[in-house]
């Protein structure tokens, strides 16, 4: 049986009593369920995780706010972030350079797109609301209900969204400026930024949650690079 290339997820630390910051590790079943239907061996990453030769490729999921004092925001952005975790931070800082070094191929989804930004300079939008944006980005039932968006032409935003009629969101942040490297792939109606792609080929990164709409090409993408990374070892 051929070996399947292992893919790292970052996930939530949470009490489960009330879903506040704790002791559990946490992440929806769909990103593993996800990876592991085109053709990966996903496990979920503990903070203390540093055994970083076995990676093949990273899945950064969704999750709380990156904190304020890290330089992600604009001084004079209005809003509160949520949910920051300083062990989620410091362990995918950790991650980030380790799997940068290696050269691993990288997907991030919602606060996972936001924090590949953030590693590469970029800024993000505090508070979506704050900034005046008026567009809905946490429609529900999620999953289920979609918005808007709008692909570059040419990118593998466009090409996965042809013929979709939007996408599934749950978020009140986003991209603000480009990190270095980073290209803007895709767009709500509105301009909040939903997509990028990096220069090096093997970083990609979404606003939205293709997990759970059941769209497999972020995943067998990030798969297939990771595959050829085990190939290589």
Known sequence: MEQRPLIGMTCYKRDPADNNIGNHYHLHDT????????????VILPYTFDDWDILDGVLFCGGGDINPARGAYDKDDKGEAANVCD????????LFHAANER???????????QFLNYVYGGKTVLDLAEA???ENHRVTPFGVALHPIVPVEGTFAATMLKGRPGVASYHHQAVKTPGKGFKVTATSPEGVIEAIEHENGRIMAFQFHPERTGW???????????RKHLAAR
Not at 31 to 42: D, F, P, R
Not at 87 to 94: I, P, S
Not at 216 to 226: G, I, K, M, S, V
């Open 132 to 134: 005046g944006y008026k």
């Open 216 to 226: 497999p090409e972020p995943f067998a993408w990030l798969t297939e690079l990771a």
């Open 103 to 113: 050269e691993l191929p990288m997907l991030g989804i919602c606060r996972g797109c």
């Open 87 to 94: 062990l989620r931070d410091d362990f995918e800082t950790r």
């Open 31 to 42: 990103y593993s369920n996800a990876l592991h239907a085109v053709g990966a061996t996903a």
